[in-house]
Structures are given as C-alpha cells and as structure tokens.
C-alpha cells in the first residue's frame, strides 16, 4: 500500500524481548497499522495510527477514520486491543 510519491506512512517498533510474540502485522492503509502479538494466553492486537493532521483535506480525514473504524470493528469483542498514535494535531 505504501508509495514513493506518498508524504504520510505508520511504522511500530517492538522490543526485542516481545518479537517471538509477534503473530501477524498487518497494514490496513498507509495510517492503520495492526500488530497482532500472544501475550500469555491473550491475543493483543495493537493499533498504530497516524491521523490525518489538520492541513489535510477533510476527505482524507474522513477516509482516515473510517479506515480506523472499519479495521477496529474487525476484531472480535473478546479480543484485547490497543491504540497507539499521535493526534495532536488532528481538528475536525
């Protein structure tokens, strides 16, 4: 999904002591990031974002969101899940 003519993209470091946890990464847009990692007997799925900050077009904003709400709404309710990112600048 990533692009060299892109400006924006998500990226998640992990410690070294939780890599062999690791199960899946998945890239849901080029602001949605999903790693997915087994933490005793809990599946921890963790969601790194990266909104689209106040200099963006309002489509895009809305694009965003409904990227974020769409790979959210995918995990079951009994799954642990985790968001991680940066708004600060983010204004509707």
Known sequence: ???KAKTDGI???VT???VDSVVSVE????RVLVLK?????????????????SGKPDEEKERFWNDAFHSVSSIPQNKMVVF???ES???K
């Open 16 to 18: 070294e002591k939780w």
């Open 1 to 3: 999904m990533g692009s």
């Open 37 to 53: 990692m087994v933490l005793d007997d809990c599946l921890l799925n963790v969601f790194t974002v990266y909104t689209a900050h």
């Open 84 to 86: 991680a990112g940066d």
């Open 11 to 13: 990226g998640i470091f």
């Open 89 to 91: 600048e983010y204004q």
């Open 27 to 30: 890239r849901h847009s080029e």
